[in-house]
């Protein structure tokens, strides 16, 4: 198991964050999602992380007032995955693309085909 601080952990999500394109950013930024970091997932669950919402592709004017969207990062696991370092900041940013790939309606089996499985 690799340990990293909390903080250090949310620099590294931040990190992935800032590495996306400005459009991308952009469009994350206007489409009311939280990003959060947590300890762990929810019990029997076994996640690195977790997309909660309503995708882009699939909104609608007609939704009316929603809870933003909601992408979690679960810290446990991914720190007791990581064979090091680097690779734990490499799994946060797949983590991190994987999810964010969900909120823009993407299936499982195209993230994994981007590498971002």
Request: charged share 25%.
């Given at each position: 198991?690799?340990?990293?601080?909390?903080?250090?952990f949310g620099e590294a999500?931040?990190?992935?964050?800032?590495?996306?394109?400005?459009?991308?950013?952009?469009?994350?930024?206007?489409?009311?999602?939280?990003?959060?970091?947590?300890?762990e997932p929810p019990p029997?669950?076994?996640?690195?992380?977790?997309?909660?919402?309503?995708?882009?592709?699939?909104?609608?004017?007609?939704?009316?007032?929603?809870?933003?969207?909601?992408?979690?990062?679960?810290?446990?696991?991914?720190?007791?995955?990581?064979?090091?370092?680097?690779?734990?900041?490499?799994?946060?940013r797949v983590t991190v693309?994987?999810?964010?790939?969900?909120?823009?309606?993407?299936?499982?089996?195209?993230?994994?085909?981007?590498?971002?499985?």
């Amino acid at each position: 198991m690799i340990h990293m601080s909390a903080a250090e952990f949310g620099e590294a999500v931040d990190d992935a964050l800032d590495s996306l394109p400005e459009e991308i950013a952009r469009s994350i930024a206007e489409a009311n999602v939280a990003i959060l970091v947590e300890e762990e997932p929810p019990p029997g669950e076994h996640l690195l992380g977790l997309y909660v919402g309503i995708p882009l592709d699939r909104r609608s004017v007609f939704d009316g007032y929603a809870e933003p969207d909601r992408i979690f990062v679960f810290r446990g696991p991914l720190q007791r995955l990581a064979l090091s370092r680097a690779h734990l900041v490499q799994q946060i940013r797949v983590t991190v693309l994987h999810e964010l790939g969900h909120l823009f309606g993407m299936s499982e089996e195209r993230l994994h085909e981007l590498g971002w499985g």
